[in-house]
């Protein structure tokens, strides 16, 4: 399997062993699952089900962000606790999840629950060196970590222009650097606070996901994912921070899924046109939206348009009709185009296309028995069943 490295900027051999280490960044539970949600985490989802017909293991780690700078404003703005916000939108979520036929993680910790191993990185990059703290706020010092910006491969004043526009803070004054970044926070008096050796608190966001990443795998991590928007600053911070402590490479492999644009313009709550999977599913079967999403390359960023769900309906037919069929052409050449294009890059449009093929094939006849029965497996592998009749208005409860 050859796969696109963010940090080498090519397609790569994935080199993984019989065991794979996953950890794919999750929600932050402040609000319902969307396309770019469900398009990043069918990217994972069929790179665990190819992985595993090639005969390795997989142990998936999805984390859950649930205390950050986003979902606490959220919850004082509605006027509940942030835990219960997160838990109504985590439930939302893997219902939506589920529907779509897309694995759950073997484990999938959540930020709270981790505030003792954060505590202990902080600490502990203070002690080396790495962090400095300044008006109660614990700061990484960039300028202790060469190899910060590896990953993006940004200029200095894009970091900065991005750190502004995702969550950052680089015009405050108490930073020696204005891409130093926040490890440990005073919280606001309405927020949730923890004790720690350097001041009552809580974490920053991207000390979240190092103490996660490597609570759960160890010092080194196989492959690390996420949407193409958590190059930088996130994944690039925990980078700095982690390899700072363990002196050792934090992952081998970093994998980004691109963005999904509504009709023209960017998909964001501020815009209002965010296409929410629940609705999708009142209007159409779960895998019907699944195909329709297979129809993208994780990393071309794509157009969603209102229609697109009707081309997924149609495959979902199409599919459907054939797996029902007596029998069709030799299967194996199809089989073989939709394994090789997962294994180049995790190119779903084309495997997408020779299962299309094949199902056409199938409805225009043949005398291969085997051959709808090989639909069904190949469909499996893209985690489509064909085993059922087509299902609507299986939205989530509101």
Not at 51 to 73: M, Q
Not at 125 to 130: T, Y
Not at 278 to 296: E, Q, S, T, V, Y
Request: aromatic share 8%; with cysteine.
């Amino acid at each position: 399997m050859r796969l696109y490295c963010t940090a080498s900027r090519a397609v790569i051999p994935f080199e993984a062993g019989p065991k794979v280490s996953l950890y794919v960044c999750g929600i932050t539970p402040y609000d319902s699952t969307h396309l770019g949600h469900a398009a990043t985490y069918l990217t994972y989802d069929l790179l665990i089900r190819r992985l595993e017909e090639l005969g390795h293991g997989v142990r998936y780690v999805r984390n859950i962000t649930d205390v950050d700078d986003s979902i606490l404003p959220k919850a004082r703005e509605l006027g509940v606790h942030y835990l219960d916000l997160a838990a109504t939108e985590v439930a939302r979520f893997q219902s939506d999840m589920a529907a779509l036929e897309m694995r759950a993680p073997d484990v999938e910790p959540r930020a709270t629950e981790a505030i003792d191993s954060i505590v202990d990185l902080v600490a502990r990059l203070l002690d080396s060196g790495h962090a400095y703290m300044t008006a109660g706020t614990v700061y990484f010092d960039i300028s202790t970590f060469s190899g910060f910006g590896q990953l993006c491969h940004y200029p200095e004043e894009r970091m900065i222009k991005l750190a502004r526009a995702r969550g950052g803070n680089p015009d405050d004054p108490h930073r020696r650097h204005p891409l130093d970044f926040v490890l440990w926070q005073p919280s606001l008096d309405d927020e949730p606070s923890w004790r720690a050796p350097f001041g009552v608190g809580r974490p920053g966001w991207h000390i979240e996901c190092s103490a996660m990443a490597m609570g759960e795998h160890g010092e080194t991590v196989d492959l690390h994912g996420g949407g193409t928007d958590l190059i930088f600053p996130h994944h690039e911070c925990e980078i700095a921070q982690s390899e700072a402590l363990t002196r050792k490479p934090f992952v081998r492999h970093w994998l980004h899924s691109a963005m999904v644009n509504y009709e023209g313009e960017k998909m964001s709550k501020s815009l209002g046109n965010l296409v929410f999977v629940n609705d999708l599913r009142k209007k159409a079967d779960p895998r019907a939206i699944r195909l329709a999403l297979m129809r993208h390359h994780y990393r071309s960023g794509f157009e969603w348009f209102d229609t697109d769900i009707d081309e997924g309906i149609a495959m979902l037919n199409r599919l459907l009709a054939a797996a029902s069929a007596d029998a069709g052409p030799a299967p194996a050449p199809y089989a073989k185009r939709v394994r090789d294009a997962l294994d180049n890059d995790l190119d779903a449009p084309r495997a997408l296309e020779a299962l299309a093929d094949l199902a056409d094939a199938i409805l225009s006849g043949g005398t291969d028995a085997s051959a709808p029965m090989a639909l069904s497996e190949l469909a499996v592998l893209l985690g489509v069943r064909l085993d059922r009749p087509v299902a609507v208005g299986s939205g989530a409860p509101e």
